[in-house]
């Protein structure tokens, strides 16, 4: 069969690996793609947003699956326009990526449903949050309502930081339209968890966990970033946890969006925190997470087609759901400034210390070729190196290694990924 995957970063590269693995597909396409997914795809100059000219691309070639992987044309609905023209499509169709797409609609389909979650306000205009603010407790959560990249959350432990975030969300658009609505939440703490899950509508099936690191800098300092790394399993998420989670949130969820008339279909991205009254939602995304699918997916011992056809079928009770009893840890590299200012075009050395290896991998988030096909960097995350390993420690002691095989100018990474496995 022939694939084509929607996207091009280190999720779409790692989504691509895995298809290539699958006895059933014979060709992969990727729009755009990098320059490492150009390995195990053909990459064609068409935009994640030229729903248009993706379709015609799909019919012209006779696709038979399409993965629609970021977030964006997902909410925008990509999903609706590819089945519109009879093409089978991997993902949630728009009036389900909302869970995603706005944050005050989760947040209300959350209390309606009585799924655990962090208290909130939703405010659409800078003037009532402003008022509420000033006899809320500190520290406080603003959240952009829409899409930001990942960034659009903002922590304030004063009063004063929360005024200026809501200037810098609602006044001063800094995440534009994605701050025209603000959901402010309260502050909770305890261990982050990413868990991931396969839906077709009414089944639901969990994914390895995961956990994600935000911040640009060691010791969780410095600005909220798409992600400078992950490792899998979390040694926090234990099977008593999980199941009270299946029980109070993954279920609901997927029985909630059906019951609301949007029917989930394709993969829902629990955020979880750990807190001393049991797991609360912090965030969903309708689509795999960025970069936690890149110590996911090498983790999974399935064909991931099948998996992706049972969800659009609705037989994904069917599957029985695998992964390898081991470890991964991914390492970010990106261009020193990142995620606020910082230079791109250099070239970047040494991939070819891991071809051939099923042990480490290098996952392309933001790269191209140059017109002599040097590869080059190409965006703030650039790079993200996972490898494998029999327990997390050894598991992130070899990624650290593998991040040594690769060099470009302004190379940047943090060095405590993994950090807290020390503290399980």
Do not use: W
Not at 108 to 128: R, S, V, W
Not at 293 to 308: A, E, G
């Amino acid at each position: 069969m022939k694939v084509m995957i929607i996207g091009g970063g280190g999720r779409e590269h790692a989504i691509a690996c895995s298809v290539a693995k699958s006895s059933r597909v014979d060709k992969i396409y990727c729009a755009p793609g990098n320059a490492g997914i150009a390995k195990v795809a053909e990459c064609v100059n068409i935009g994640v947003m030229d729903f248009d000219a993706q379709v015609e691309f799909a019919k012209k070639e006779g696709i038979d699956l399409c993965i629609v992987a970021p977030d964006d044309p997902l909410v925008a609905g990509a999903v609706d326009a590819f089945e519109a023209a009879g093409i089978r499509a991997f993902g949630p169709r728009a009036n389900a990526a909302i869970l995603e797409g706005s944050k005050a609609f989760s947040k209300d389909l959350m209390k309606k449903y009585g799924i655990p979650t962090a208290a909130y306000e939703n405010f659409d205009n800078p003037e009532d949050a402003l008022k509420y603010l000033e006899s809320a407790p500190m520290p406080i959560v603003l959240k952009a309502d829409g899409l930001a990249l990942g960034k659009g959350v903002l922590i304030c432990n004063t009063l004063e930081e929360a005024k200026a975030g809501v200037k810098e969300i609602m006044m001063d658009k800094h995440f534009g339209d994605a701050g025209n609505r603000l959901v402010v939440e309260e502050f909770m703490t305890g261990r982050e968890v990413s868990v991931l899950s396969f839906v077709d509508g009414s089944t639901i099936k969990t994914m390895t966990s995961a956990q994600d690191h935000k911040r640009a800098k060691d010791n969780d300092q410095g600005l909220n970033t798409g992600g400078m790394g992950t490792f899998s399993p979390s040694p926090f998420y234990t099977k008593e946890i999980a199941d009270i989670c299946m029980e109070k949130i993954f279920v609901p969820t997927v029985k909630a969006m059906k019951s609301e008339g949007r029917e989930f279909k394709g993969v829902i991205f629990f955020g979880l925190m750990l807190t001393k009254d049991g797991p609360k939602v912090l965030e969903y995304n309708a689509r795999f997470g960025d970069p936690e699918t890149q110590v996911v997916l090498p983790r999974m011992k399935n064909d991931i087609i099948d998996v992706m056809e049972a969800c659009i079928d609705g037989t994904l009770d069917k599957i029985d759901l695998q992964f390898e009893d081991n470890a991964a840890v991914c390492v970010v590299l990106a261009s020193a400034g990142y995620p606020e200012k910082y230079e791109k075009g250099f070239e970047i050395k040494g991939l070819e210390n891991f071809e051939g290896r099923d042990d480490c991998f290098v996952f392309h988030a933001g790269t191209k070729f140059s017109d002599d096909k040097k590869v080059l960097t190409n965006g703030g995350r650039v790079l993200g190196v996972t490898a494998l390993g029999s327990d997390l420690k050894t598991a992130r002691a070899n990624a650290y290694k593998a991040t040594e095989y690769i060099s470009f100018d302004n190379k940047y990474m943090r060095n405590d990924i993994g950090k807290a496995i020390d503290e399980a």
